[in-house]
């Protein structure tokens, strides 16, 4: 792992592991098997370090606490980079992002959530933040989506008139880098869903 921190993605080979560590790739073989498992082994590496920084509110605010987690989650994909967008890393692929979940469920049951209501949370909140982190990391330099082109480009077709909100939220979203923003209102929607099953647990 040392050897293949050292290396950009784009030249993260079997190969040029081995040089870095003076072997043959045949010998590398013996710890691992082909370079799909060497970028496996470098994204749980760059997730786990992430992760081992976080600390999570100390607070018995369950709202904090998964917010917290969800910001935690997306960070740690944008921070693998790239080669996330290569091997499925999920929210709960590293010791360090489990001791994390165990936190985000103990706030949960502590809140009133059953266990199992707690978990599919966690698995709602962990999924919306894998791919709020991956789609950061899909779009380019300007951070615009690939849906954006794509829709400006088919309203051209329709008359001027026609579809002007569409045509005002489409070149917005063009211009503009409004990720963050899309993913603030996501957790605060998701956040809102899971208060509402308390006050519903709580009136029956």
């Known amino acids: 792992m040392a050897a293949a921190r050292e290396l950009a993605p784009a030249d993260l080979t079997m190969k040029s592991v081995a040089e870095i560590l003076g072997v043959t790739r045949k010998a590398l073989n013996y710890y691992v098997n082909d370079r799909a498992g060497l970028v496996e082994?470098?994204?749980?590496?760059?997730?786990?370090?992430?992760?081992?920084?976080?600390?999570?509110?100390d607070s018995g605010d369950w709202h904090a606490v998964v917010r917290a987690y969800a910001d935690a989650i997306r960070g740690g994909i944008i921070e693998v980079g790239v080669l996330a967008t290569h091997y499925p890393v999920s929210g709960l692929a590293t010791p360090a992002a489990l001791g994390i979940a165990e936190r985000v469920l103990q706030s949960l049951v502590d809140a009133g959530f059953d266990l199992e209501e707690a978990g599919m949370a966690l698995?709602?909140?962990?999924?919306?933040?894998?791919?709020?982190?991956?789609?950061?990391?899909?779009?380019?330099?300007?951070?615009?989506?690939?849906?954006?082109?794509?829709?400006?480009?088919?309203?051209?077709?329709?008359?001027?008139?026609?579809?002007?909100?569409?045509?005002q939220l489409a070149t917005a979203r063009g211009d503009g880098d409004y990720l963050d923003d899309q993913f603030a209102f996501t957790m605060s929607v998701l956040i809102a869903g899971l208060g509402a099953v308390l006050e519903h647990k709580a009136t029956y």
Request: proline letters at 8%; zero cysteines.
């Open 41 to 57: 082994l470098v994204v749980l590496d760059r997730f786990e370090a992430q992760l081992d920084k976080v600390r999570l509110p």
């Open 123 to 167: 698995t709602l909140v962990n999924d919306a933040a894998t791919d709020a982190g991956r789609q950061v990391l899909l779009l380019d330099d300007r951070r615009v989506h690939p849906m954006v082109p794509s829709t400006l480009n088919a309203l051209q077709s329709a008359p001027a008139a026609d579809l002007p909100l569409l045509r």
